[in-house]
C-alpha cells in the first residue's frame, strides 16, 4: 500500500508522461529566459545602452537553452 507521500509525487503513468515533462521544460526554460531578458533590458536602458533586439533575442535563447538542459540533465534516467 502506498503511502499519501509517495502518491503525493508519483509521476503521470503513459504517453502524458512526456506531455508533462516537455509542458515542464517549456516553463522551466522560457520564464527564466523572459525574466532576464527584460532585467537586462531595463538595465541597458537605464544606463543609457539599450540592447539591440538580437543580442537580446540571442541573450535569451542562450538562458532558456541553458535552463532545458540543466532541467533535461535533472530528469534523465539512468
Same mark, same amino acid.
Given at each position: 500500500?502506498?503511502?499519501?507521500?509517495?502518491?503525493?509525487?508519483?509521476?503521470?503513468?503513459?504517453? /502524458?508522461?512526456? =506531455?508533462?515533462?516537455?509542458? *515542464?521544460?517549456?516553463?522551466?526554460?522560457?520564464?527564466? #529566459?523572459? %525574466?532576464?531578458? $527584460?532585467?537586462?533590458?531595463?538595465?541597458?536602458?537605464?544606463?543609457?545602452?539599450?540592447? /539591440?533586439?538580437? =543580442?537580446?533575442?540571442?541573450? *535569451?535563447?542562450?538562458?532558456?537553452?541553458?535552463?532545458? #538542459?540543466? %532541467?533535461?540533465? $535533472?530528469?534523465?534516467?539512468?
Amino acid at each position: 500500500m502506498q503511502t499519501a507521500a509517495a502518491k503525493a509525487v508519483a509521476r503521470p503513468s503513459g504517453h /502524458s508522461h512526456a =506531455a508533462y515533462q516537455l509542458m *515542464g521544460m517549456l516553463i522551466v526554460s522560457i520564464v527564466p #529566459a523572459l %525574466f532576464w531578458t $527584460l532585467i537586462v533590458a531595463g538595465i541597458g536602458g537605464a544606463v543609457g545602452h539599450a540592447p /539591440s533586439a538580437m =543580442a537580446l533575442m540571442t541573450f *535569451g535563447t542562450a538562458v532558456a537553452l541553458f535552463c532545458a #538542459a540543466v %532541467f533535461q540533465s $535533472l530528469l534523465a534516467r539512468h
